[in-house]
């Protein structure tokens, strides 16, 4: 079983001529062992495939047509989301996607012969808000719960992400240097980001009460997991539109292009490896 994880994890699978015997279940179950291993968005992959596996169902690979994902695609815009609002054609096409992604992986480990929905057409979308204005940032704040307002305002000063800002400790925190020392999830690599005045004053209050060795904790002293439902319904609240936890992190860079910083600094305070992710 660890060989196989091992080999999972590597992208080694060994060659299947007969095709129809490659269930769906299974690779979705080694498609998310490789996404573990490779991907930051291995829990976005996760929901993703969790919806289409309720859909499918544990069928063999090669039934799922260009046309059974087009009649999945009309499906799933009709669906209703928990709170009674209904699917928007984003999630749909990012689930889509997903699937793409899936199969484009099976082609490569030798899985299947071709990919029937590398073409399907995905809804139009509306354009998504890009960053948020100081209004919108004041408003976004006034309406979180009190222990999101401290995270807020740290992805917006620092640029950081979402798992980054759960996953700090107090020991990443350089206060000789003013620095926060962030290490990249895969390889280890520190990434050190300067510390506003506001930053470091929200540390400092929040260092004066905590008794974890993480930042953001839940009362047992445990990593905070996730803010999501916090920060929907902050948004809500606020009324924005198609605010997402990621558009803190947009508008920290376009904050930083207003002041003319150089963008080689603006990717190296974000983290990007490539400039063109940065543009």
Request: aromatic share 8%.
């Amino acid at each position: 079983m660890a060989q196989r994880q091992k080999e999972i994890a590597e992208g080694k699978f060994p060659i299947i001529k007969d095709y129809k015997k490659v269930l769906f279940f299974d690779i979705c179950h080694e498609f998310l062992e490789w996404s573990r291993a490779h991907k930051r968005s291995y829990l976005r992959d996760e929901g993703i495939i969790k919806n289409l596996k309720s859909y499918f169902g544990n069928i063999p690979l090669y039934q799922i047509t260009r046309r059974k994902a087009e009649e999945y695609q009309a499906w799933r815009i009709d669906q209703e989301k928990k709170d009674g609002n209904p699917i928007s054609p984003a999630t749909v096409n990012r689930e889509l996607s997903g699937l793409r992604r899936l199969i484009n992986k099976s082609l490569e480990w030798g899985k299947v012969s071709a990919n029937p929905v590398s073409r399907i057409k995905m809804f139009p979308e509306e354009r998504k808000l890009q960053f948020l204005s100081n209004k919108e940032l004041e408003k976004l704040i006034a309406c979180a719960p009190e222990p999101l307002k401290p995270i807020i305002l740290i992805a917006v000063f620092t640029g950081m992400r979402r798992g980054e800002i759960l996953n700090l400790r107090w020991a990443d925190i350089r206060w000789d240097l003013g620095l926060i020392c962030v290490a990249h999830t895969k390889t280890n690599k520190i990434r050190e980001i300067p510390m506003a005045k506001v930053v470091k004053d929200i540390l400092w209050e929040l260092k004066k009460k905590s008794t974890s060795e993480y930042v953001f904790a839940d009362k047992n002293g445990n990593r905070l997991k996730t803010v999501r439902s916090w920060f929907d319904k902050a948004v809500d609240k606020a009324g924005l539109t198609d605010c997402t936890f990621h558009i803190l992190r947009h508008t920290f860079a376009s904050n930083l292009v207003k002041a003319n910083i150089n963008l080689k600094v603006i990717q190296e305070l974000l983290g990007h490896r490539d400039l063109t992710v940065t543009l």
